[in-house]
């Protein structure tokens, strides 16, 4: 009964080698969100998607993309991995609406970068 | 910094014992949200509590909040080895804003 699911759960990717993650839900929620988590840090949200609608966090690098091609997916793609792009990726869900709703996290992508 | 601040940042205990951690924040808020992750592993939601609450109950947890002090705390009563984790709270409607979190370990 996985709500959530990331694949791989750990990803070797080379300096500058173009690399996708992939994020699954089951719970038909309207949102999905990525967060960058590096290590003994707080997860840091990169962007979320509403529907269709995607929302960029102002400070995330243009290197990181998203894509939502139905409400069951999203991915992540990072276009030139550099070695600060080492960590955990971590995606979400929730519901959608005007109030705050609990997320619901995968157990993440561990991306090394060599 | 737009994160809040959590205190402390590291905590042991023994198992039975309580454990408490704060969370400190700059801005206004409607809600806040106290999650758990294990190491290595995605988060868990714990508690959300809203802005005209003052109190809230969740098994072992208890999670209190101050607006006119910005602040929150998490209380772990009666605390387990498998309660060791980090703890994190996090502001906003949609897109969350985690604070540094407390690293909770609990001796058996």
Not at chain 1, 59 to 66: I, L, R
Not at chain 2, 35 to 49: A, D, E, F, P, T
């Amino acid at each position: 009964d996985a709500m959530v699911i990331q694949n791989p759960r750990y990803q070797v990717t080379q300096f500058g080698k173009p690399v996708t993650l992939s994020c699954s839900q089951t719970l038909n929620h309207n949102v999905m969100y990525w967060y960058q988590q590096k290590s003994s840090q707080a997860p840091k949200l990169l962007f979320h998607y509403y529907d269709k609608d995607f929302n960029n966090e102002a400070d995330t690098p243009d290197n990181f993309q998203s894509r939502r091609p139905n409400t069951s997916f999203c991915f992540l793609d990072i276009r030139s991995p550099g070695l600060g792009d080492a960590a955990m990726y971590l995606c979400a869900t929730s519901r959608g609406g005007q109030g705050a709703y609990e997320q619901y996290f995968g157990p993440g992508t561990r991306l090394t970068v060599t | 910094s737009q994160q809040g601040e959590e205190d402390p940042q590291a905590l042991s205990i023994q198992e039975g014992e309580n454990a408490t951690m704060n969370c400190s924040y700059k801005t206004s808020i409607n809600n806040l949200q106290w999650y758990r992750q294990n190491s290595g592993r995605g988060l868990v939601h714990l508690i959300l509590i809203r802005s005209n609450e003052r109190e809230k109950h969740s098994g072992r947890l208890r999670v209190t909040l101050d607006t006119s002090k910005k602040s929150s705390s998490l209380l772990i009563t009666a605390s387990r080895a498998a309660d060791t984790a980090s703890y994190f709270c996090a502001r906003g409607r949609r897109a969350l804003t985690f604070g540094s979190g407390t690293r909770l370990q609990v001796q058996p």
